[in-house]
């Protein structure tokens, strides 16, 4: 549908109703996504119902809660039973209340069990985020059983595409079978013949997304089994809610990145002084931190006045410092959250920056005195008669500056992390701010020490 059909039906939400109601589910997101809650709501109301349950199921539905509790109750009730279990039990966490009591309230016992449990899980781990609707056979049916059963549920199962196998006596998990292998099976063989060999992966509700998220990527699952302590299936996590989840963990990680709060809701729809909330709080704190620049600076303000030349080239040394230690600190949250390196790696990783930053400072401080050579010889800038001095003064503080930034940078996110804080909070400004203090007083030592009984 174009988007100025889109604009000539919005007047009447019935009319835009019956216009999405061919449309994909996503499509139709998008289109209420453009739209107020109680638009949103409208629309949705004058949608089939099961094309209704399939757009509340889209976690990319922005506003979700406010256009549930706009709906009537007795059609929310409808709606909420033919969702996902995990997809309601997200609904639930974003609704206020009375608002939550009542509508779990309206729930058939089944639904509302299922949410309860779901909803004990800190938001965090894969508990939050997998799925009861699941197909799960005993292991003494036989492949016809299994598919006659997959052909009556699948309707109401997040994924077919992964059947598990539960022991018949005590139902632990036992197997886990590819719908490919079943269909390619012998109709009268045990369903445990066209099951692979190897023990099925799985993992605890209590464990971390990330955790499951590798073992997704790692193994190429479809679905991955969420097991209690004795081994019965509770649930499963799909692929496609794990790409939900790590895309809106890594958008909070970038906001992080940047020096401010993560959003929860998308930028559009972020009030104002939300907004300043979020912003507020870390540009004080990195503006306080960034005061002690000014403070190293007084305390060599006896030999800026003896060098002023030295003050051209804070700006690059400062900036130097802090991006070598951006570069440090955005490699290792990344490698932290892949589980690429461990908090043990931390002196394996400090002895791989080390060379590395003394490479890339020598690097840069050769380009600078290549700099002011041809500035001084140029005729663009007199550096003064001790400008070999000074350009010795620039090469050798971006050395140690750069090397400082990166190991300072490399070790920050380990830190964090040791002390349990996410280390996402180790962003690029709080490390530029850290390395901009310290580059000042290397930079400002390096020159007491070249241009004792010259300049200084």
């Keep these: ?47 089939p119902q099961e094309r209704a349950v399939e757009v509340l199921d889209q976690p990319e539905l922005e506003c979700a809660a406010d256009i549930i509790e706009m709906l009537p109750r007795d059609r929310v009730a409808a709606y909420l039973s033919g969702m996902s279990a995990d997809r309601v039990t997200d609904i639930f966490r974003e609704i206020e209340e009375p608002g939550r009591s009542d509508l779990r309230a309206r729930l058939d016992a089944e639904t509302r069990g299922v949410v309860d449990r779901l909803s004990a899980y800190g938001e965090e781990t894969v508990g939050s985020l997998m799925t009861t609707e ?19 549920v699948e ?47 799985a993992v605890s509700p209590t464990a971390s997304r990330e955790e499951a998220a ?15 302590a004795v081994g019965h299936l509770i649930g499963i996590v799909t692929v496609d809610d794990m790409i939900d989840a790590m895309v809106e963990k890594q958008t909070q990680d970038v906001q992080r990145f940047g020096g401010m709060e ?123 008669p001790h400008w070999p001095l000074v350009a010795a003064t620039v090469g050798a503080a971006l050395v140690g500056i750069v090397t400082f930034g990166s190991l300072a940078g490399s070790m920050l996110p380990f830190v964090l992390q040791r002390i349990g804080f996410d280390p996402a909070t180790a962003s690029a400004p709080f490390v530029a701010t850290l390395v901009d203090v310290t580059g000042l007083v290397i930079y400002f ?12």
């Design 262 to 384: 993560a959003l929860p809701e998308p930028y559009m729809d972020i009030g104002f002084f939300t907004m300043i909330r979020k912003r507020a709080g870390w540009l004080c704190a990195l503006f306080l931190s960034e005061m002690l620049t000014a403070s190293a600076m007084q305390g060599f303000e006896g030999e800026l006045e003896k060098a002023i030349v030295l003050t051209l080239f804070i700006p690059l040394i400062m900036s130097s410092g802090g991006n070598s230690g951006s570069q440090a600190t955005s490699l290792l949250i990344r490698a932290l959250a892949l589980h690429q390196v461990r908090l043990r790696d931390w002196w394996r990783v400090a002895l791989r920056e080390l060379p590395t930053g003394l490479l890339l400072g020598t690097i840069l401080g050769a380009i600078g005195v290549v700099r002011i050579v041809i500035w001084q010889k140029a005729g663009f800038y007199d550096y003064g």
């Design 134 to 152: 699941f197909v799960a056979v005993p292991g003494n049916w036989t492949v016809a059983q299994t598919l006659d059963h997959v052909r009556r």
């Design 155 to 201: 309707k109401t199962r997040e994924t077919i595409y992964a059947i598990f196998v539960l022991d018949p006596r005590t139902r632990a998990l036992t197997k886990s079978v590819p719908l490919r292998r079943l269909i390619t099976g012998d109709p009268d063989d045990n369903v445990l013949t066209v099951a692979p060999g190897r023990r099925p992966l």
């Design 1 to 47: 549908m174009t988007e100025a059909a889109l604009l000539d039906a919005r007047v009447d939400p019935a009319v835009l109703a019956a216009r999405l109601s061919d449309e994909r589910a996503p499509d139709i997101v998008e289109a209420l996504n453009e739209e107020a809650p109680e638009v949103a709501a409208a629309i949705l109301l004058g949608l």
């Design 214 to 228: 590798r073992l997704i990527s790692k193994y190429d699952l479809l679905a991955l089994p969420v097991v209690d």
């Design 445 to 456: 030592t390096v020159a007491l020490v070249i241009l004792k009984g010259t300049l200084l």
